[in-house]
Every structure is written in C-alpha cells, then in structure tokens.
C-alpha cells in the first residue's frame, strides 16, 4: 500500500503584544533563538511524518516551559497575584478539542487539554474540576509560585499602578502552534497565562474553541493572541474558518478582513496555515513573536515587521 506524503507547513507564536520594541538586543535575540529551536524540533516531527496534533502539542510545550512567554512559566499575574492557565488544542481531521480554563498547578495546559480531547467526553474543563482531572490523569503539577517570573512580576506591577483598563496591552502575550503534517491534517494549540491583571476566574478566548483556537481540514488550523475579550465576541477563529469555507477567501485575504475589519486594529494577531500549506502570521499591535515555515519551504522568525 503506499501512501503520498504531503507538504508540511507550521506556524508558532509567541503573542502579540506592545513591548517588543523596547527590547534590548540581547533580549530580542534570546526570544528569536528560542522561536527559530521550536520551530525547527516541530519542522522535524513533521518531516518524520507525525501526525499535526502530537507536533503542536509538542511544540506548545516547549514553548510553555520557556519563561520568556506568557504561557505556563512566565504566565501573566492576575489581579490577585496569582496564576491561573487557559489552554486548548484541536484536530482538524475529526475536529475533536479539548480545552482547559483557570488551572493554577498544572505544568504544562495544553498537554491537559490533549487529554481531555481524548480521554473524556468533554471539550472543557474549568477550575477545580480541571485540577481533579489532572489528579486523575497523573499529569505533571507544581506549586502556583512555579509560574512566576520577575518580569511577569514587573509587568503586573506597572500595571496595578496605571489607572486604566485592567486589561493591560503593555505585555508580551499568548503561545500557540498551527501545522499540516504530511498526511495533510492541520492541528491548532494554544496556551496563556491571559492577561495581565485580569480579574481572578477571568477565562480569556485561549480555551474557547472557535475563539482563540480552531481546526478544520477542509479549511485552516488557526491559533489567536491578543485582547481576548475581543476575540470571542467575534468568534474569530471561526469567523477565519468560515471566510474559507463559505466565501473561498483566500488565508491571506481572510486575515487580513478578521484582523483590520471584523477587530479593530490593535487587538492582536493570529499565526494559520490552511490545507494546502500557505501560512500567514499577522498582527494589528506593535508587535508578534513568530516563527513559520511553508509549505513552499518559506521560512521567517520574528518578532516586528
Ligand atoms: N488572548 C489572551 C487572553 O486574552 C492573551 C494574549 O494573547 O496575550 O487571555
């Protein structure tokens, strides 16, 4: 029997945000060094022909563990000065998800969100049933303060400090992975630490499928950061999905529409790759850590125009 091995395509980022142009070199550096590693340990996976969902996750993870992100190690402070995780991941050949909310001891979300995609009847887990399902599976925890950095720290201080809206866009925000494996599946994962200073049970569109996350074979694997708020009254990850599948935009047009006319500039970004391996990562704030490859074997990282 002999099967035809498609292209690959995969896409990561490490969240829009507003403070990369005051980076010191040093800093900037570090941050496309680790995007430019990642994206080469899932470039691999994928040429190794491993299936979307388990590159994404991977790559997730590595990215969860780097405290340079606002996602597992290096999670945003809420406004109780604590750390509460939202992650999620979907496989666009059966569109199965699995999505986490408000988990405060977990290492690693997005591989309990994986979990919860295949080993429960459920799309979403909050809170301290989430917690209870982490028990259950015997998954990886660590105490709140694991999360902590002291630039996380800093941030949520400045922000604490500002009399303005709680949901402070001076941050670095979000990880997520898109990929089309070889067998032309496309998988999507995101994970944060949400926004800095939100209020404590704040759930932001980083575990609402169709929001911050979506999956669809027939159309785009898409992974979302930015305001959340946003994002899910405009069921953007969808509203991508479906631009494809109702209008046939192409990726690049139907971005480029969620981002500058569905949200309004400045709200975020997103990182896609649709079923024949184009790739679009795309930005209204000042900023998106990036990192992709094509199927045309096109490669960038980045982290401004
Ligand atoms: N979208 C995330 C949230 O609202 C934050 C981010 O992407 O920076 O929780």
Not at 138 to 164: C, G, H, K, L
Not at 225 to 238: L, M, Q, S, V
Not at 240 to 255: I, K, T
Request: hydrophobic fraction near 40%; aromatic fraction near 6%; charged fraction near 20%.
């Amino acid at each position: 029997m002999s099967s035809v091995i498609g292209p690959i395509a995969l896409a990561l980022h490490g969240g829009a945000g507003s403070e990369f142009a005051r980076f010191a070199t040093v800093e900037r550096q570090a941050m496309e060094q680790a995007l430019s590693e990642y994206l080469s340990a899932g470039e691999k996976l994928l040429q190794e022909g491993r299936p979307s969902v388990e590159v994404v996750e991977y790559v997730v993870r590595l990215l969860e563990d780097d405290p340079q992100f606002n996602a597992g190690r290096g999670s945003a402070f809420n406004a109780v000065g604590g750390h509460e995780l939202d992650a999620s991941i979907m496989d666009g050949l059966t569109r199965a998800a699995g999505a986490v909310g408000g988990l405060t001891t977990v290492k690693n979300p997005i591989s309990l969100s994986r979990l919860v995609m295949t080993q429960s009847p459920h799309v979403l887990l909050i809170g301290a049933g989430a917690e209870n399902f982490a028990t259950e599976k015997n998954v990886d925890r660590v105490p709140n303060s694991y999360f902590s950095t002291a630039i996380a720290r800093e941030r949520w201080e400045r922000a604490v400090q500002r009399p303005m809206t709680p949901l402070s866009s001076d941050k670095i925000g979000t990880v997520g992975c898109v990929a089309l494996d070889q067998a032309g599946n496309l998988a999507a994962a995101t994970s944060t630490g949400g926004m800095t200073n939100k209020a404590f049970g704040r759930i932001g569109d980083s575990p609402i499928i169709g929001a911050g996350t979506f999956a669809d074979n027939r159309t785009c694997a898409v992974s979302c950061t930015g305001t959340g708020e946003h994002f899910i009254r405009n069921c953007i990850a969808y509203d991508l999905h479906a631009r494809l599948a109702y209008l046939h935009q192409s990726l690049d047009e139907a971005v480029r529409v969620v981002l500058n006319e569905v949200l309004e500039p400045g709200d975020g970004g997103l990182i896609a790759v649709d079923r024949l391996g184009n790739v679009v990562t795309n930005y209204t704030t000042p900023g998106m850590a990036r990192a992709a490859v094509d199927a045309a074997s096109n490669r960038w990282v980045k982290l401004v125009r």
